[in-house]
């Protein structure tokens, strides 16, 4: 049975109270472990002795270990979501670099608080399609952010719009990787280069998005 099921795959997802406390008590407890002993040495027979689940449970919900870890991702970039929408709402910055501000403030400090989520967080190291059997991690959360930054910053959300955000995203991973291997907190000088990398680079492309009807046509 499931044989056509692809690899990391969410089985189903629960709907009655009992269900859902079992369902995040797994997510929590392959937090807690990936944090204790790495993505490498992590079963999901000891996630879920940890949850206190019996094992037939967790393959209710995940159709092997692949599903769980790319569940984890996905709670992991809704909470994200949810954390810089209400901070949007709540402080109005203007501009780009205020969006940029926020976003990698909360991504910071989901990484300096957040159980497992240094080596989780949208996805995982070598592996690259965590959330969507069919987009790279990047891919989909960029698609995730695409239609927040058209919102936010007035310019058509389309393909020139996804290239922009998927680059920015690239980016951001890049340098952010980066602080937090140089220091387990994230080190604050790389920190604001990323600040810094993505403001040019956003506030460039915003701005020439948004002008793209204003262009002459170039005829006398």
Known sequence: MN???PSGTLRR???QKRSVERFERLLDACAELLDEVGYAALTTKEVARRAEVPIGTLYQFFSDQEGLIGALAARNL?????RVAVRLEREKP???SGVVEVAVEEY???RRTITGFGVVDFGAVGRDHTLDPA?????AVAGRLRSLTASLSGVQDDAELEIAVRVALECADGVLRLAFRTDPQGDPQLIAECKRVLNSYLDDRMRSLATRGERPSGRS
Not at 135 to 139: A, I, R, S
């Open 135 to 139: 987009l790279d991690n990047n891919t």
């Open 13 to 15: 997802r629960p709907v």
């Open 94 to 96: 203007e501009g780009i």
């Open 108 to 110: 910071v400090a989901m």
């Open 78 to 82: 809704e909470a994200f979501l949810e």
């Open 3 to 5: 044989q056509d099921r």
